[in-house]
């Protein structure tokens, strides 16, 4: 008899109100896979992407939806792993990977990562997509160096307050701006200076230049940029922004795509080396929300969309 299991899917894409709480079968490992029993999951706003069938992906249906899980591996044939550790991953629910949100989810060897000790899997599972975002945008796509600075638009989110922590743990001086009610959060994290996202941007050198608002006022950001700057284009896929060329080349200046879906698994795991040890620091953290059941996903993906304040995570073992 065919093992089943409880799972949040799509068998189509639309609204949250397509995502479906139901039972479906364990899925089965390959020669190169771990299959692990999920403890707790984190929504992403990728994730709504993907349901709403807005980032072109495979999705096989019936399709688990999420990305992100910390769990246990119960059963393994590779080297790495062995029943009973306690792993993580970052990269599920995309390019025809079957998603986290389920009792069991199978995870290529080569995007899960030990989860180091003494860490909660709450604590771990609420950094584990922004802090790969934050890294990949940072240090390989932005070349960020020690003593550069970064400005952070929008630092007051989980991509924002990862992306301020990591850059300020690297040695770069850190300017955010975000809403009011973060200033001290934001300065928590690292943040050197602060300022309102509704203000003029305090004029400086940047170094590195990252809009995670989406909003990409480029002729305001473009003359703050030192010689050789860059900007980082993570957010805002309907922005269509005014570009001053002239005062983006006369500086030897650029703007650099990036999206954590094209990341390689090489990518991942470099990633998932500094999150580790950022996380077995103590020195990586968010704000979450009140966990809520696997059999809540459709609400969360509601609260994700409506704009919520705090990370979003479903306890799933148990449900």
């Given at each position: ?6 799972a ?9 109100d ?23 999951v ?49 990269s599920?629910?995309?390019d025809?990977?079957?998603g ?60 924002g ?33 602060v ?32 010689q ?11 922005a ?78 148990g449900?």
């Amino acid at each position: 008899m065919t093992e089943t299991m409880r799972a949040a899917y799509i068998t189509s894409y639309g609204s949250p109100d397509v995502i479906q709480y139901g039972e479906l079968p364990v899925p089965a490992p390959g020669p190169t896979d771990v299959l692990v029993r999920v403890d707790v999951v984190a929504v992403n706003h990728v994730d709504t992407f993907v349901r709403a069938g807005a980032y072109a992906t495979s999705t096989p249906f019936p399709f688990v939806i999420g990305r992100d899980l910390v769990g246990t591996v119960v059963r393994s044939s590779v080297a790495e792993f062995a029943p009973g550790d306690r792993v993580w991953c970052n990269s599920l629910g995309h390019d025809g990977r079957q998603g986290s949100f389920a009792e069991f989810a199978v995870v290529p060897r080569d995007r899960l990562y030990l989860l180091p000790e003494g860490v909660e899997p709450a604590e771990a599972v609420a950094v584990l997509h922004a802090a790969a975002t934050a890294y990949l945008a940072l240090f390989r796509t932005g070349g960020l160096a020690p003593g550069e600075t970064v400005l952070v638009l929008g630092a007051g989110g989980g991509v924002g307050s990862a992306l301020v922590q990591l850059a300020s743990a690297a040695g770069a001086r850190v300017v955010a701006s975000c809403s009011p009610d973060d200033f001290d959060w934001v300065q928590s994290c690292g943040a050197e200076q602060v300022f309102d996202y509704h203000s003029e941007v305090p004029a400086s050198a940047v170094d590195v230049w990252i809009d995670n608002s989406g909003r990409h006022d480029l002729e305001a950001a473009v003359p703050l940029l030192a010689q050789g700057g860059r900007i980082i284009a993570l957010a805002g896929m309907a922005a269509r922004p005014v570009l001053p060329i002239g005062a983006l080349y006369t500086r030897d200046a650029s703007i650099r795509g990036f999206v954590i879906s094209n990341a390689s698994a090489g990518d991942l795991a470099d990633a998932a080396k500094l999150i580790n040890g950022q996380l077995a620091a103590k020195r990586l953290r968010a704000r979450t929300r009140p966990a809520l059941p696997l059999s809540a996903a459709a609400d969360a993906h509601r609260q994700m969309e409506s704009g919520v304040r705090g990370r979003i995570l479903l306890n799933v073992s148990g449900t």
